[in-house]
């Protein structure tokens, strides 16, 4: 379901312009014919918020939850500080090949460290004080990964959280476990004195977080 009218998006697509790629190009054309469920891709409106707020955070370390096939990685580390380092996260191991490709491509293989395996387990080998989080792995956890990350999430760090309307089910108050979840997880944010937040209706809903 798309949240914003086909021709809405286009327009704001040609009306954005933060980080031209042609290896994007290419990795959204590959995922979409290689891929399964080639609609998990950010996309091109999506990534360049991605890369915007990046920039604009120039964060030193970076942890995104759910790889996929490399996009929102590539697009989130153009912020990153020349020193900086990503760590991203995936479960799937048909596509870690496909996101280590084109991160090889876009000349990060030395600043992006690829992890396999379950997100939950992984989080707490990690020793690093974050700037910034994407959150886009699997929905029922949501809530779980935040409590999990959130004490190594620097005063002033950013949480992105990605697919918070899934479909419109959450605004429509589907029971669905994993509307029902990003619902939970929705309410949890904003009943947080902790944090200040803002849900976008972009593409399928993005949480933006800050820790205060």
Known sequence: MKITAEYIEKYANCHTNVFQSDILTDLERKTYLEVM??????????????????????????????????????????????DGLMHTIDINPEIKDIASEYIFKANLSSRVIQHLGDAMEVIPQLDEQWDLIFL?????????????????????????????????HVVKGS???????????????????????????LRDGLMLIQKI
Request: with cysteine.
């Open 37 to 82: 469920r080639p609609q998990m891709l950010s996309g091109y409106l999506q990534g360049q918020l991605l890369s915007f707020l990046s920039i604009l955070h120039k964060p030193e370390r970076i942890l995104e939850i759910g790889t996929y096939t490399g996009y929102s990685t590539i697009c989130l580390a153009q912020g990153l500080q020349p």
């Open 136 to 168: 886009d792995a699997d929905k029922i956890n949501y809530s779980n990964y935040f409590d999990l990350f959130f004490p190594y999430l620097k005063t002033g760090g950013l949480i992105i959280a990605d697919n918070v309307l899934w479909h419109g």
């Open 175 to 201: 029971t669905e476990k994993k509307a029902k979840a990003l619902a939970d997880f929705n309410q949890k944010i904003n009943e947080d004195p902790k944090v200040k937040n803002i849900l976008l209706p």
